[in-house]
């Protein structure tokens, strides 16, 4: 198991916890993890793109001048790709991007992240961060509190009373909290920290083993 400190939200050490090894404490597969992450970025694609065919294009299917004898190049059709408001050839359509990625491959790319940050001291671990109102100073007063001035990933238990931070940390650009459930690749090697509660920490320790 390993060990690590838990802080109260004045960056303040009140004890020390044990995190499961089977999470926090694995050879990190760098595969795993570009899989998780190209995965999730597929899954944002719209897919939305559409261009015109030949079939739905405007304009009349018939031979614009006769075959033979003008000295032209022949030509069937005022829709065909090469015509000016033509269609257009071998365009993109409607697709979607998702990229399938297997349950085991998903929960050893979260585990591989997570190890990556502990590994790099970039793992914090505190008490709580229950907010007795909804206020962005004391988002901010608790992420000057532990140095955090870049991206910071929070991380709750579900059972948490965390309503009112999550609402405080809305507005700050480089703050995101999610419950365990919630926790994908992308956001966790997005960030430069990440903070657990200790609730979540071991939530972790027992969903992701």
């Given at each position: 198991?390993?060990?690590?400190?838990?802080?109260?939200?004045?960056?303040?050490?009140?004890k020390?916890?044990?995190?499961?090894?089977?999470?926090?404490?694995?050879?990190?597969?760098?595969?795993?993890?570009?899989?998780?992450?190209?995965a999730?970025?597929?899954?944002?694609?719209?897919?939305?793109?559409?261009?015109?065919?030949?079939?739905?294009?405007?304009?009349t299917?018939?031979?614009?001048?006769?075959?033979?004898?003008?000295?032209?190049?022949?030509?069937?059709?005022?829709?065909?790709?090469?015509?000016?408001?033509?269609?257009?050839?071998?365009?993109?359509?409607?697709?979607?991007?998702?990229?399938?990625?297997?349950?085991?491959?998903?929960?050893?790319?979260?585990?591989?992240?997570?190890?990556?940050?502990?590994?790099g001291?970039?793992?914090?671990?505190?008490?709580?961060?229950?907010?007795?109102?909804?206020?962005?100073?004391?988002?901010?007063?608790?992420?000057?509190?532990?140095?955090?001035?870049?991206?910071?990933?929070?991380?709750?238990?579900?059972?948490?009373?965390?309503?009112?931070?999550?609402?405080?940390?809305?507005?700050?650009?480089?703050?995101?909290?999610?419950?365990?459930?919630?926790?994908?690749?992308?956001?966790?090697?997005?960030?430069?920290?990440?903070?657990?509660?200790?609730?979540?920490?071991?939530?972790?320790?027992?969903?992701?083993?």
């Amino acid at each position: 198991m390993s060990k690590i400190d838990v802080f109260n939200l004045e960056a303040k050490k009140v004890k020390t916890i044990e995190l499961s090894d089977e999470v926090f404490g694995i050879e990190p597969n760098q595969q795993a993890i570009y899989d998780a992450v190209l995965a999730y970025q597929a899954g944002l694609r719209q897919g939305t793109h559409s261009t015109l065919t030949r079939a739905f294009v405007s304009g009349t299917g018939k031979k614009p001048f006769r075959q033979k004898g003008t000295g032209r190049a022949r030509q069937g059709s005022t829709r065909a790709t090469q015509w000016r408001h033509g269609a257009i050839a071998f365009g993109p359509h409607p697709r979607k991007y998702g990229i399938k990625l297997n349950r085991k491959v998903r929960r050893l790319a979260l585990r591989s992240a997570l190890s990556e940050k502990l590994l790099g001291n970039n793992l914090t671990v505190v008490e709580n961060i229950s907010f007795d109102e909804i206020k962005t100073k004391k988002a901010v007063k608790l992420m000057e509190a532990f140095g955090f001035d870049r991206k910071t990933l929070f991380v709750a238990d579900a059972q948490e009373d965390y309503d009112n931070a999550y609402f405080s940390m809305r507005n700050i650009p480089n703050a995101l909290l999610v419950s365990v459930s919630e926790l994908n690749v992308y956001d966790i090697v997005n960030a430069d920290k990440i903070v657990f509660t200790e609730a979540a920490a071991e939530k972790a320790g027992e969903v992701l083993a």
